[in-house]
């Protein structure tokens, strides 16, 4: 256990100068004053940056390793766009700034929500975009909301809503959530939702079918018309999860393919660093169909204005304000900053990258969907199982070689599954640096296999009761 901050403490040092008071001093009442001074630790600046410092090393993040955890594109965030998100006219913009009249100080946030609302509208094929989301599960939830208000508004009896079994958890959780009931299809040797059993199990009572594509196994789906034709004749729409837009950035977009509404992750995509629980965003679009039930208010053009309109059907919020707006900006900084020819070069780079791994690794570790991948690929440790060695000791052994290990036991259709997602970001070196950790591990899993049991060594925790650790959170300090 490292020593508190409180524990340095020494009495009388002082890391701070204050400028010499240049008004009288003015009295306080008593009955204002602590009855004893506040225990405040009393440290030199040197202190306080070294406790910091050492601190956030403990921690592994995209700064410091390379991150593939897979479903969640941990990428290399720009240092340009957190500069541009802390510009002072947003950064320091008063959420309450009136948008119109003389006190009008707001035009080019407003144009900033605009023109990246209209970025990813085009991205993926929609015809609306709402920013308002703050997470990805949270514009799923929009997302099925518009999904029933359509169905209400129509007077459409629905009941169900469709998952593969290779859905992130989020999706059904999500629909279930909004009243929905779940029905799961299984996934066909292929890799992605069997055509066959979707089309028996598809009814007049289902409001959607949850998509990603690729999906969770990187797999792209074949069947994608298909799938879209068979719903849309029920009057079913088609959701896209675009949690990971990386393998399809300037290639496909999901309106293309016939969804019919989207999410997507900026903190996945868009260059915010995420984990453990930081700032997210995740815009939906829509086609014309949903733009009526969209939340408000909505950022408008009015010749050359930026206005807000607030009048709509379903004219509630789902956030306060206008989202995470730090995080709109870095993503549109990204987005201006790489252009459409650079955000098609990421998503050829993922791909490559992802393949790349797949085929280094593919001679010693099982891969159960042998197939060109996405921007990730799942292999499965069940060969080093045999030998009693799980994916949570490959997973704990890549710590102490200086990696954050991949996404494992998930997709949960994979026994064993390590999910590997390098992103665009990573150079061949690093990718070969892990690759070689990773066949050494397979080589110990033969000579060796209790070494690896007891991983990790090298980091301040060892093993870790993770579910109690998640349940009966214990932050309290005791000496
Ligand atoms: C990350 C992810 C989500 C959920 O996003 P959050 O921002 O964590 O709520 C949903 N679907 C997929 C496929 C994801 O990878």
Same mark, same amino acid.
């Given at each position: 256990?490292?020593?508190?901050?409180?524990?340095?403490?020494?009495?009388?040092?002082?890391?701070?100068?204050?400028?010499?008071?240049?008004?009288?001093?003015?009295?306080?009442?008593?009955?204002?004053?602590?009855?004893?001074?506040?225990?405040?630790?009393?440290?030199?600046?040197?202190?306080?940056?070294?406790?910091?410092?050492?601190?956030?090393?403990?921690?592994?993040?995209?700064?410091?390793?390379?991150?593939?955890?897979?479903?969640?594109?941990?990428?290399?965030?720009?240092?340009?766009?957190?500069?541009?998100?802390?510009?002072?006219?947003?950064?320091?913009?008063?959420?309450?700034?009136?948008?119109?009249?003389?006190?009008?100080?707001?035009?080019?946030?407003?144009?900033?929500?605009?023109?990246?609302?209209?970025?990813?509208?085009?991205?993926?094929?929609?015809?609306?975009?709402?920013?308002?989301?703050?997470?990805?599960?949270?514009?799923?939830?929009?997302?099925?909301?518009?999904?029933?208000?359509?169905?209400?508004?129509?007077?459409?009896?629905?009941?169900?809503?469709?998952?593969?079994?290779?859905?992130?958890?989020?999706?059904?959780?999500?629909?279930?959530?909004?009243?929905?009931?779940?029905?799961?299809?299984?996934?066909?040797?292929?890799?992605?939702?069997?055509?066959?059993?979707?089309?028996?199990?598809?009814?007049?009572?289902?409001?959607?079918?949850?998509?990603?594509?690729?999906?969770?196994?990187?797999?792209?789906?074949?069947?994608?018309?298909?799938?879209?034709?068979?719903?849309?004749?029920?009057?079913?729409?088609?959701?896209?999860?675009?949690?990971?837009?990386?393998?399809?950035?300037?290639?496909?977009?999901?309106?293309?393919?016939?969804?019919?509404?989207?999410?997507?992750? &900026?903190? $996945?995509? =868009? %260059?915010?660093?995420?984990?453990? #629980?930081?700032? *997210?965003?995740?815009? !939906?679009?829509? /086609?014309?169909?949903?733009?009526?039930?969209?939340?408000?208010?909505?950022?408008?053009?009015?010749?050359?204005?930026?206005?807000?309109?607030?009048?709509?059907?379903?004219?509630?919020?789902?956030?306060?304000?206008?989202?995470?707006?730090?995080? &709109?900006? $870095?993503? =549109? %900084?990204?987005?201006?900053?790489? #252009?459409?020819? *650079?955000?098609?070069? !990421?998503?050829? /780079?993922?791909?490559?990258?992802?393949?790349?791994?797949?085929?280094?690794?593919?001679?010693?570790?099982?891969?159960?969907?042998?197939?060109?991948?996405?921007?990730?690929?799942?292999?499965?440790?069940?060969?080093?199982?045999?030998?009693?060695?799980?994916?949570?000791?490959? %997973?704990?052994?890549?710590?102490?070689?200086?990696?954050?290990?991949?996404? !494992?036991?998930?997709?949960?259709?994979?026994?064993?599954?390590?999910?590997?997602?390098?992103?665009?970001?990573?150079?061949?070196?690093?990718?070969?640096?892990?690759?070689?950790?990773?066949?050494?591990?397979?080589?110990?899993?033969?000579?060796?296999?209790?070494?690896?049991?007891?991983?990790?060594?090298?980091?301040?925790?060892?093993?870790?009761?993770?579910?109690?650790?998640?349940?009966?959170?214990?932050?309290?300090?005791?000496?």
């Amino acid at each position: 256990m490292s020593e508190l901050l409180f524990t340095k403490s020494v009495k009388g040092r002082c890391g701070a100068s204050l400028p010499v008071m240049d008004v009288s001093k003015a009295e306080m009442s008593d009955s204002l004053r602590r009855a004893k001074p506040a225990e405040i630790g009393e440290y030199s600046e040197l202190d306080v940056v070294r406790h910091y410092t050492n601190l956030s090393l403990k921690n592994f993040s995209v700064d410091t390793h390379f991150y593939p955890l897979g479903s969640c594109t941990m990428k290399y965030n720009p240092k340009v766009c957190e500069k541009a998100a802390r510009l002072d006219g947003f950064g320091s913009l008063h959420p309450m700034m009136p948008v119109s009249g003389a006190l009008d100080r707001c035009q080019g946030a407003l144009e900033m929500i605009f023109e990246l609302e209209k970025h990813l509208a085009e991205v993926t094929g929609m015809d609306a975009v709402t920013t308002q989301p703050l997470a990805g599960a949270h514009g799923e939830m929009l997302g099925i909301m518009l999904i029933a208000s359509y169905h209400r508004a129509k007077g459409n009896k629905k009941r169900y809503v469709i998952v593969p079994d290779s859905s992130h958890g989020t999706n059904p959780a999500t629909a279930s959530m909004m009243g929905y009931e779940i029905i799961t299809v299984p996934t066909a040797d292929y890799g992605d939702m069997d055509l066959d059993i979707f089309r028996e199990k598809m009814n007049d009572e289902v409001a959607a079918v949850m998509m990603t594509n690729p999906n969770t196994l990187g797999v792209f789906n074949p069947y994608i018309k298909e799938i879209s034709d068979i719903a849309h004749s029920y009057d079913a729409l088609l959701y896209y999860d675009g949690a990971n837009l990386n393998a399809i950035l300037g290639k496909v977009r999901p309106g293309d393919l016939g969804f019919d509404v989207v999410h997507v992750n &900026l903190h $996945k995509t =868009y %260059a915010t660093p995420h984990g453990s #629980g930081g700032p *997210g965003s995740g815009p !939906v679009g829509c /086609k014309e169909k949903l733009i009526p039930f969209l939340p408000k208010p909505a950022v408008v053009k009015n010749g050359e204005k930026f206005e807000l309109n607030t009048k709509g059907v379903d004219s509630a919020r789902i956030t306060s304000y206008f989202g995470n707006y730090g995080v &709109l900006v $870095k993503a =549109y %900084a990204y987005a201006l900053m790489m #252009g459409s020819d *650079g955000l098609r070069d !990421v998503a050829e /780079k993922a791909v490559l990258n992802a393949n790349y791994m797949m085929h280094r690794l593919k001679p010693y570790y099982h891969l159960p969907y042998d197939k060109t991948c996405m921007h990730e690929c799942v292999f499965s440790a069940s060969k080093q199982a045999e030998k009693g060695v799980h994916a949570l000791d490959i %997973a704990k052994a890549l710590i102490d070689r200086g990696f954050h290990p991949p996404t !494992v036991y998930f997709p949960l259709i994979v026994p064993e599954a390590m999910m590997v997602e390098p992103t665009e970001t990573e150079s061949k070196q690093t990718m070969d640096i892990f690759c070689e950790a990773m066949i050494e591990i397979a080589e110990m899993t033969e000579k060796d296999p209790d070494s690896l049991h007891e991983a990790p060594v090298t980091r301040p925790v060892t093993r870790l009761d993770e579910t109690l650790a998640a349940r009966q959170v214990d932050v309290r300090y005791s000496r």
